[in-house]
């Protein structure tokens, strides 16, 4: 038993994927011994309506100057931060004469270039410094910090108030999210706009995309939890709206004047969470058979094409794939390798099971029978630049929703 993050009631988990390392932490044979372990175990609050994970690791062995997540590396994510980026100009800032924009965790500047390229006034809060110079190489203003209360008082002093506050798979992330949601709502003008958005718990449940829960997801939001969550902090959500990143997203929009009125997307989105039983001890135990079914499948899968000396290989060294290897024991004896195009994980092996990251160049050159979808959530963008990996007699194998040769 242990307090709630966010409200103190008391929770326990409801399971336990094992013990996990890092999940970005790719790592080098020579650190294999002093790797880094902990007990990812979610846990659901029903006084607020959260899920959170029990322990996690001090964020700063998640975020620093070797973080091995770039933003850039999908094109699809660039788009729709693009269109993002247009959406918040055309509806919150048509109204300021120098409108002041403020992302947490910009990584290396994916949405925020496209402000900073319309001469907007911005700033990026990024607490891993390597993805923060990235962003300023391209003109982002950013400053490396983890953003929490004291550091808005500090850039209420250096910048002044804004107008809107953005945030894209990174509320999520922030384990004293009360001090965030207060920091917030000091940090925005009297008509300003927070809008973030965050893998959704609806959607995870649906799918069973239960590698959604890792060390760096302390949190999984629903409209419910966040309207609970932020309400205490004078926030008050007054839309949502679905979105297709990540495997299934929520875009939050939260006002820090109350008299706004409440979408009916909201209302509709809160009936529907009621009625999909979002809240209720009965789902999240479902959840976990759903989750123990499709390891069996997966780890049956596996086992019997390595038995058969089939050759099978990884695509994307997700952050996600972490909870899938770990928790289903996959190993260098069922994957050869990881194929990823970020240079800063090639080289190195996956985090706990050890499996070799290698370029993308080493896929295509000589094709496998069979490639592990671990990127599923970038699965369009993926099979449209794959095709020849099909011609070539290779298929998928895909966990999320189901386990399937596709
Ligand atoms: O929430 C988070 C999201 C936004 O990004 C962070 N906590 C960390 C990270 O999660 P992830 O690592 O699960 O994200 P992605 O976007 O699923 O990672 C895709 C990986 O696959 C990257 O390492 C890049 C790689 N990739 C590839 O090799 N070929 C991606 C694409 C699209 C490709 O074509
Ligand atoms: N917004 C980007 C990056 C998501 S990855 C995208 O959607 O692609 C999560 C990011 O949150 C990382 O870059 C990490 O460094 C950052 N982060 C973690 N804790 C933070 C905090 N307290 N304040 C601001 N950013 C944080």
Redesign the pocket.
Known sequence: MTDCRICGSPIAPFMTFGQMPV??GFLLPEQFDSEYFFELAPAFCSACNILQIIDQPDPSKMFHENYA?F?R?????QDHFAKFAAKVCGSHLTDYDDPFVVELGSNDGIMLQNFADAGIRHLGIEPSENVAEIARGHGVNTISDFFDEMVADRLIAEHGLADVVLSA?VMC?IPNLNSVASGIAKLLKPSGVLIFED?YLGDIIKKTSYDQIYD??VFVFSATSVANAFAPHGLKLVNVEPQKT?GGSMRYTLALDTRQQTSTAVTNCLARETKLGLSSAATFERFRENCETSRHRLTRLLGKFRDENRRVVG???????TTVMNYCSIGPDHIEFV????PA?QGKFTPGTHIPVKP?QDFISDYPEYAVL??W??KL??IA?EDAFRQSGGQWIEFIPSVCIS
Do not use: W
């Not at 590396?73 to 994510?77: G, L, N, R, V």
């Not at 194929?339 to 970020?342: F, I, M, P, V, Y």
């Open positions: 999940a970005n997540f933003s590396t999908s094109k699809y994510m798979n992330h893998p760096e997801h990540h695509y994307g060294a997700t952050s996600k794939s194929s990823d195009t970020t994980k993308y671990f990127a959530n970038h963008e993926i630049k």
